[in-house]
Each structure stands twice: as structure tokens, then as C-alpha cells.
């Protein structure tokens, strides 16, 4: 496997994870697979301290169900009182206002790029959750068309990953995860917040340093 190669599928894993550990919790991400996969990636693409993810993969087994993850995550994201970490692009960018012009053209870079996002995800287009899952499937597309010789569509792909996280999640992610930290009462949130801060760090760096196809 070339290099480049290894940073699509270690970008792929990066992005699936957020995704997940970013929407309501499920039982999966209390298996050790889930902290195994982050490792490998980081291992691949070294975007985050490997230390914090030695922390986040502790909080996980040490996890006793999931009833605390929901509650968490209900007070951070859902309410039914005020969100105290809206997890909206529109929220950030448009004064406070959730499904505004920003979820809109987020939802047209969705239908312009011909992808499908997650369908069970019940929320507007411009959660995080579902940003981080396109980008996922973007990284997921590059990595088999890279597997298949395909350099030119990859880069195509990777153009357009870089494209939209610069227009869209970038625009809001050090907000996001300044509240998260700021708010939750739980290692687990933190914790991720801090992954997440520290790969949008890595992310950015790399766009401004390398040079992409047109």
C-alpha cells in the first residue's frame, strides 16, 4: 500500500469516527473495535497525539453502558432545553438560527457531488455527524479508486474533500469544540472534542502545504 493510500484510509477512519462518536450513542462504540480502528488510523496518519487516543480508548473500556453517553449527549445536543453544544453548521454561521442558508448549501455540495448521506441520521443536513460521514465517504471513494490505479479521479475526489471541509466544517469546528469542552461533564465528549480540534489542526495544515489537481 503506497502513502498516499494509507492517508486516504486513515482520513476515511478519522471522518467515521467523528461521525459516530458525534451522534447518538450506540452499543458498537463501546466495542474495542472502535478504539482499534482509531489507533490504526492514527498510527497511518499521525493527526492526534497517540497519548489521547491511549485516553479515549481507557474512557471507552472503562464505559459501563451507554445511559450515560445518551444523557450527555441529549444536554449537549438535543435539549429539550437549550443546547448547550449545537452541533449545526447554520447555528455558527447564520446568528444562532439552525436550518438557515448554511444547512441549505450544505445539502446542495451533497446532491452536486451525486453522494447519498446517512439516511437513519434524522437531522439537518448540516450536523456535524453527517458532515463528517460525507467526508468519510469521500475518503472511502479515493481510497478504492486509488486501489484500482485510478490517480486521476482520485485527486478529483481528494479536490473536492478538501473543497467542501474548507467551506463548511472548518468554518465552525474550533466554535463547536470550544462549547463541547466548555459544557460537558463527561471524559468522553471531552475527549473527542480534543481529537477533534487536534485533526482539524492537522487537516488544515496539510491543505495550506499541499498542492491539489484542479
Known amino acids: 500500500m503506497t502513502m498516499q493510500e494509507e492517508n486516504s484510509l486513515a482520513r476515511w477512519a478519522f471522518y467515521d469516527f467523528f461521525s459516530k462518536a458525534l451522534y447518538e450513542p450506540e452499543e458498537d462504540m463501546l ?10 488510523a492514527n498510527q497511518a496518519f499521525p493527526a492526534v497525539e497517540f497519548s489521547l ?23 449537549l445536543f438535543v435539549g429539550p432545553s437549550k443546547l448547550l453544544a449545537p452541533p449545526y453548521e447554520s447555528y455558527y ?5 439552525v436550518m438557515g442558508e ?18 437513519e441520521i434524522k437531522e439537518p443536513q448540516d450536523h456535524i455527524a453527517i458532515e463528517m460521514n460525507f467526508l468519510a465517504q469521500l475518503y472511502r471513494i479515493q481510497t478504492q479508486l486509488l486501489n484500482s490505479g485510478d490517480n486521476d479521479k482520485a485527486d478529483q475526489i481528494l479536490t473536492l474533500a478538501k473543497d467542501f471541509y474548507l467551506k463548511h466544517p472548518a468554518t465552525w469546528i474550533d466554535q463547536f469544540t470550544y462549547l463541547v469542552k466548555s459544557e460537558t ?21 496539510y491543505y495550506k502545504t499541499t498542492v491539489f489537481s484542479c
Open 31 to 40: 466495542k474495542p473495535q472502535f478504539c482499534k480502528l482509531i489507533q490504526e
Open 102 to 119: 448554511s444547512t441549505m448549501n450544505v445539502k446542495k455540495f451533497y446532491q452536486q457531488a451525486g453522494m447519498e448521506v446517512l439516511q
Open 53 to 75: 487516543i491511549d485516553k479515549f480508548c481507557k474512557i471507552i473500556d472503562e464505559q459501563d453502558g451507554l445511559q450515560e453517553l445518551l444523557v450527555e449527549y441529549s444536554k
Open 93 to 97: 454561521r447564520d446568528r444562532g438560527r
Open 185 to 205: 461533564k463527561h471524559s468522553f465528549y471531552y475527549c473527542v472534542a480534543e481529537i477533534l480540534e487536534l485533526f482539524h489542526k492537522y487537516e488544515m495544515n
